[in-house]
């Protein structure tokens, strides 16, 4: 027996390291050409340090102050700047402590800012502006929203013109009683980008080599006072604020921003909560222009039909039919807007995923094998609302090569698209451990990687691409930029990983196509089925072999035919006359 | 001697029957169906009352449209034809052809006794198969046709097969004309009485497969309890 200790400690030592080596097993699934469900791996994944919450070192900074968890109770939007330097900074907004914190790009928490300064010399010539003000006063259940003279009057015991007025003492000399602060009510969405900075008349400032001067600046949707709040990105003061509309087509609805983006030249285009229209577009100094990219809602014959049919009373009684509304967007470098919906009525999944031209129209391109619309196969009928109906995209971010990836808040998964429509992979999902993602609210793009804010969770979850997925990337990357052969190169390394990735052949196959080799751009494309290609490849296979047998064959058949011709008048001539003579001797 | 006269008499025999099968085979399979195709009511005509048709090549014809259709499966080109061969199931491909056939041959038999039809059943059923000349020939070309063409040429291809479609159905409309000897209103009658026949039997073959599915659960839960309880 003593003989076979040693055997036994060896197997236990294998057994207890097979059980306790961290496996991966990160099984995900994406779809084939037909839809079906096939197996493959995540393509973004959470790894053991890309998980920070509250209680996460990450979340204190140098001087002690962190990121306490009565104050991170719901977060509801996250944005990723990309300063200068190169150095990424996260921005959070917590909308029930109205916080805005900020991060480095390794997710160190830096400081947070709970309200923001306005000083009278940043609004001179500006007081209807200020009227239009709102700030917060009281917090938790007592919180209301009042206007900036309220603020004025209440809390300091001044006037507007006093407060004004306070413009011409320089701002080292006041005291702390005549700084003023704003303060967000239910801020809800956070936006940083640079603008070209203009001057009192509205004409763009230059430096001295005739270059724009631009303006760093955040953007605030301070939801429950109505307006959005511009601050400076390096004091976090107040530079303008963009009041609720009060033109004619904005009249009887409740300006509440949630998400927006701008443009390069500084136009806002914001989602509002509760505005079916579609997304608003504000001009440069916070003027509202006009409505952008609605989704029309389209109602069923059968809709039609019994509407016509029944009463005023009965359909007052019926749920009212509205335009869906917009969940969240972002911008990509060719000032293309991507935004996400629900289902537009109950019926049409196909349009939840947008990219929107400066004029509005929908321009996303939809080559692959299905429409972007997240996950193909789902639940139509049944009791629970949240298991049934398509996917419920909450959150869009694009990268610098047309890669965007939509977040589904259904499922807690992120569906990544390449700019044809391809699905490329599908990844996380909802759960109960940390590094599910049970409830996305904000995702950003940080390189290769994907930044997640989990409203579920109360935590920041970083999705790293797994192997396949950063040889995908890299192959999107080159056909993005149009170096083909690089680009297969690399589809290959992807079709040598997982064979099933149809779209792979795809990629191989167009860069066959680039060199002439049609027969076997041909089998590729109908291996990735794709038909569209696959006829392109057939058709200059096919004039190839035209061209290549067209001449001899038709030259033969010519020779041929007047051989025939010929052969046929001369044996006409010679036995005719053979029968005209003998018809003669005969007679 | 008389060896080799034998066997040259059997080889004569031989070549003989062979001739004979093509001749049959041009005569019946070939000549007489395009001369219904071109000529449709003289050519039913001859059907009924020369009873010049077989049921041999009735079968055969149906026989070939089912190989055909298999074949469009596997054989049409990847423009026209995205179906993985995997998913080919043969018998589900057969019984496209076979089930609507016997189903139409049944249905009209039944609703034209009431309209005082002259066809007799296998007469219909006949009909029918000679009227698949055309989509035969259609679908074979399109096999053919479909692999050489581009993804914008693929409105041809199904124009042809559309054009087989409505050949094979401008047949059997003059078929049915003629074998039960209607005028054109009431064989438009017995084509809408066809239908609702064709509805009942089906609604009937389902409610029975679901009666018979009932029946095999009640027998089995029965032999179940059985063999639990005292096996």
């Known amino acids: 027996m003593r003989k076979y200790y040693k055997i036994l400690i060896a197997l236990q030592i294998l057994f207890l390291g097979l059980v306790f080596v961290p496996v991966n097993a990160a099984v995900g699934y994406n779809y084939s050409h037909d839809g079906r469900i096939i197996h493959s791996t995540v393509g973004l994944s959470v790894t053991n340090d890309g998980i920070y919450t509250v209680i996460s070192e990450h979340w204190t900074n140098d001087k002690g102050d962190r990121v306490r968890s009565e104050q991170f109770t719901n977060p509801m939007d996250l944005y990723l700047y990309n300063e200068d330097d190169g150095e990424d900074v996260i921005y959070i907004v917590d909308a029930s402590s109205n916080i805005l914190y900020v991060f480095d790009g390794n997710m160190y928490f830096q400081h947070k800012v709970d309200k923001f300064e306005i000083r009278p010399e940043d609004f001179i010539d500006k007081e209807d502006i200020l009227l239009k003000t709102r700030t917060r006063s009281g917090s938790g ?38 700084k003023f602060y704003l303060e967000c009510f239910e801020l809800s969405g956070v936006y940083r980008s640079v603008r070209p900075a203009r001057d009192e008349n509205g004409t763009p400032i230059q430096n001295h080599l005739g270059q724009p001067v631009m303006e760093d600046l955040i953007y605030l949707s301070d939801k429950k006072n109505n307006q959005i709040i511009i601050i400076n990105a390096e004091d976090y003061r107040v530079k303008q604020i963009v009041p609720s509309p009060e033109t004619v087509n904005f009249s009887g609805k409740v300006f509440m921003p949630i998400k927006l983006v701008t443009d390069r030249i500084g136009r806002m285009y914001i989602i509002s909560e509760g505005v079916f229209e579609g997304i608003m577009m504000f001009s440069y100094d916070g003027e509202f222009t ?43 470098n060719e000032q293309f807007i991507y935004t996400t919906s629900r289902a537009i009525g109950e019926n049409d999944d196909t349009r939840m995923i947008k990219r929107l031209n400066p004029h509005g129209d929908d321009v996303l391109t939809r080559n692959g094998y299905h429409d972007p619309k997240g996950d193909l196969i789902y639940i139509l009928t049944g009791g629970d609302q949240n298991l049934r109906g398509p996917s419920r995209f909450s959150a869009v971010t694009v990268n610098d090569y047309g890669v965007y990836t939509v977040a589904d808040a259904k499922s807690g998964r992120l569906f990544t698209y390449d700019t044809e429509g391809y699905l490329l992979y599908i990844s996380g999902g909802s759960g109960n451990e940390f590094r599910d993602l049970n409830d996305p609210v904000a995702i950003c793009y940080q390189g290769e990687n994907i930044i997640a804010l989990d409203r579920g969770n109360k935590s920041v979850l970083r999705f790293v691409p797994t192997d396949i997925a950063v040889v995908i990337n890299k192959a999107v990357k080159y056909h993005f930029e149009g170096n083909l052969s690089a680009s297969s190169e690399e589809w290959k390394n992807v079709v040598s990983k997982n064979p099933n990735y149809e779209y792979a052949y795809v990629g191989i196959g167009k860069s066959l196509l680039n060199e002439k080799r049609y027969r076997e751009a041909m089998s590729y494309f109908k291996i990735g089925h794709n038909v569209k290609y696959y006829s392109n490849a057939y058709k200059l296979y096919r004039d190839e072999i035209v061209a290549k047998y067209f001449t001899p064959i038709f030259t033969v058949g010519i020779i041929l035919l007047i051989a025939g011709l010929a052969y046929n008048t001369y044996h006409n001539i010679r036995y005719k006359r053979e029968e005209e003579d003998t018809g003669e001797g005969d007679e | 001697m008389n060896e080799t006269i034998t066997i040259n008499k059997q080889k004569n025999k031989f070549w003989q029957k062979t001739y004979n099968f093509f001749r049959f085979v041009y005569e019946e399979g070939i000549k007489f169906p395009a001369y219904i195709l071109i000529h449709p009511l003289k050519g039913f005509d001859i059907f009924k009352r020369e009873k010049k048709a077989k049921i041999s090549v009735a079968l055969a014809f149906m026989f070939i449209l089912c190989i055909v259709q298999i074949l469009e499966v596997q054989f049409s080109g990847f423009i026209v034809n995205q179906r993985d061969v995997n998913d080919l199931n043969t018998t589900l491909e057969i019984s496209y052809i076979v089930v609507p056939i016997l189903l139409f041959t049944v249905s009209n038999w039944s609703a034209t006794s009431f309209l005082d039809g002259k066809g007799k059943m296998n007469e219909i059923f006949m009909m029918l198969c000679y009227s698949l000349y055309p989509l035969i020939f259609a679908k074979v070309f399109g096999i053919v046709f479909s692999n050489v063409i581009i993804q914008s040429e693929a409105g041809l291809y199904g124009l042809i097969l559309g054009f087989g479609a409505f050949l094979t159905g401008y047949l059997i409309f003059f078929g049915l004309i003629s074998i039960h000897e209607y005028g054109l209103l009431r064989c438009l009658g017995s084509i809408i009485l066809t239908v609702l026949a064709i509805l009942i039997v089906s609604f009937t073959a389902i409610l029975a497969y679901d009666l018979f599915q009932k029946i095999y659960g009640f027998v089995y839960t029965i032999y179940r309890e059985i063999t639990i309880r005292y096996l």
Do not use: H
């Open chain 1, 141 to 178: 259940s007592d919180a209301q929203s009042i206007t900036f003279d309220e603020y004025l009057e209440n809390d300091k015991g001044l006037e507007l013109f006093q407060f004004m007025n306070l413009a011409e003492t320089p701002y080292d000399e006041r005291t702390e009683d005549e």
């Open chain 1, 290 to 332: 006009s409505y952008m990219g609605v989704n029309y809602l389209s109602l069923t014959f059968w809709q039609i039909f019994w509407r016509r049919f029944s009463t005023d009373e009965q359909i007052a009684l019926q749920q009212t039919q509205v335009n869906t509304t917009f969940t969240s967007l972002a911008i990509d």
